[in-house]
């Protein structure tokens, strides 16, 4: 076998720990599907099923340190398209459509394989190898057995144990009623990851911690890479083998390191190919999509014809195009205002969101007029760990500083209170005798400053007190400083 033949394409999935790939195997063409969701692991699908099921630890697994974060780790979930479950999941790896129609999970951080039944979803079945309710105690006690890799067969639910450098194992239970039949210590070999037994019964693992792929029972080096890698992922045709290769790397910098993937002769365990995939990350899982995968259940994937139509930079090229677009039309209708900083994202009707990480400020062009006007709509009512809009007058010089500011802050899921804070170049302060509540949470806002004072009306209703009453008419800028918020232009 030279390389791959016939005319038809082959496409494999890669999920690494921060994007999910679609491989062309004949043209080594590479698209990424998304990078939007925490942690990639596995990957699966039903039989004639349209959408990937995969799982996601929804956290950084480095942070997974001792039991204490561990026991804050049960966060991880199933996705199907655009369902999503309850999370239920400590740091899970592979997973896998089993035959009854239940996702097999290696729940890893809880030390158990976990199973999930879509038809009944809070009744869960679980299984252990041990006693260790999780995988891990302290940085330096790890006696969990981390199991990390599933695959089903004729009655039989296979599982790897990785644990921590004490030597791997091989589980087997029956199945479905996960009864442990056995637990064989795969001699000399720690580290290991992915299970896959063939149809004649010789049982494949890769040896992640030496760069190879080995058969368990004989202790075999089927394939090495010659090289100081991380062998993980296995996909597997009737004619090649697939192999996930990561970059060895400090477990910090797994989520930008290197990701590969190996392309060798099922009968001569002879590399044929190689696929340098780009700094995605380290590589979790493969699988064959559109032919037999016998290292997965052997079904093709119904929805190939909808992946082939997603491309994450095609995406991200039109998004950035049309709110570039957008922001052209805004800027006329805020042509009396500048942005002094922060980057909102335009929307529709010349709205400008600012999210709860990028406060931003516009600010009139037009300073020391005797009759002044601020007239616009506001939101605050999406909750936002910060959140808030204020009315300021600026005196400052580009940056968040010397102004004053009557801030409009959420204090119940249906009211506002509004503040008068200064910041004097230095700090902010609160004049804690001005406030006024019973303000809404969004709104058509009118502020006027003239040479008797200023006046406030949202949704037409007038606002008066101190806060008001005292803000200053005599200097700076006014304008609008906003986080977690949206603000539109005022529609005549």
Same mark, same amino acid.
């Given at each position: *076998? !030279?390389?791959?033949?016939?005319?038809? &394409?082959? @496409?494999?999935?890669?999920?690494?720990? %921060?994007?999910?790939?679609?491989?062309?195997?004949?043209?080594?063409?590479?698209? &990424? $599907?998304?990078?939007?969701?925490?942690? @990639?692991?596995?990957?699966?699908? %039903?039989?004639?099923? &349209? !959408? $990937?099921?995969?799982?996601?630890? *929804?956290?950084?697994?480095?942070?997974? %340190? !001792?039991?204490?974060? @561990?026991?804050?780790?049960?966060?991880?979930?199933?996705?199907?398209?655009?369902?999503?479950?309850? &999370?239920?999941?400590? #740091?899970?790896? #592979?997973?896998?459509?089993?035959? !009854?129609? %239940?996702?097999?999970?290696?729940?890893t951080g809880r030390n158990a394989i976990s199973i999930f039944d879509p038809a009944r979803p809070n009744l869960m079945q679980e299984a252990r190898v041990s006693d260790v309710r999780w995988d891990r105690l302290s940085p330096d006690d790890v006696p969990g057995d981390h199991l990390n890799s599933v695959f089903e067969k004729n009655g039989m639910l296979y599982a790897i144990a990785h644990r921590h450098g004490k030597g791997s194992a091989l589980a087997q239970f029956s199945f479905p009623d996960l009864e442990l039949l056995s637990l064989e210590n795969v001699k000399n070999r720690t580290g290991l990851h992915n299970i896959w037994v063939t149809d004649d019964s010789q049982k494949i693992s890769c040896h992640s911690e030496a760069g190879s792929v080995i058969d368990l029972v004989s202790g075999e080096i089927l394939w090495d890479s010659g090289n100081p890698v991380y062998t993980r992922g296995l996909a597997a045709s009737a004619d090649f083998v697939l192999i996930g290769e990561s970059e060895r790397a400090r477990r910090e910098s797994r989520r930008h390191s290197m990701s590969g993937l190996w392309l060798v002769d099922r009968n001569t365990w002879q590399a044929i190919d190689y696929f340098c995939l780009g700094s995605y990350g380290a590589v979790h899982e493969v699988r064959l999509l559109n032919i037999k995968d016998e290292a997965h259940h052997g079904h093709l994937f119904a929805g190939l014809d909808a992946l082939l139509k997603r491309d994450r930079r095609e995406e991200i090229a039109t998004e950035r195009l049309s709110a570039s677009n957008r922001a052209l039309r805004s800027k006329a209708l805020w042509k009396s205002f500048e942005l002094v900083f922060g980057s909102p994202v335009s929307i529709e009707n010349g709205g400008q969101v600012a999210d709860s990480g990028n406060l931003c400020l516009l600010v009139q062009r037009t300073k020391n007029r005797p009759d002044r006007n601020l007239h616009f709509s506001f939101s605050i009512a999406q909750p936002e760990a910060e959140s808030h809009m204020a009315i300021v007058a600026y005196r400052g010089h580009g940056g968040d500083a010397d102004m004053d500011a009557l801030l409009i802050q959420r204090i119940s899921e249906t009211e506002a209170e509004m503040s008068h804070w200064i910041h004097d170049g230095r700090s902010w302060n609160r004049r804690d005798d001005t406030a006024i509540a019973g303000l809404p949470l969004s709104g058509d806002v009118r502020f006027l400053v003239t040479s008797e004072g200023t006046s406030l009306e949202i949704n037409g209703k007038p606002f008066s007190g101190n806060c008001v009453e005292d803000f200053p008419t005599d200097a700076g800028a006014l304008g609008i400083r906003w986080l977690g918020a949206t603000v539109w232009p005022a529609m005549e």
């Open positions: *076998m !030279d390389k791959l033949s016939g005319s038809d &394409p082959l @496409y494999a999935i890669v999920a690494t720990v %921060r994007a999910l790939l679609l491989v062309e195997l004949k043209s080594k063409r590479i698209t &990424p $599907l998304e990078w939007n969701r925490s942690e @990639y692991y596995g990957i699966t699908w %039903r039989p004639e099923g &349209p !959408d $990937l099921i995969l799982s996601h630890s *929804m956290l950084d697994n480095n942070e997974l %340190r !001792d039991v204490s974060s @561990y026991a804050l780790s049960e966060v991880g979930v199933l996705s199907e398209g655009a369902f999503t479950t309850q &999370p239920f999941l400590s #740091q899970p790896h #592979q997973i896998a459509f089993a035959s !009854d129609g %239940r996702i097999i999970c290696t729940n």
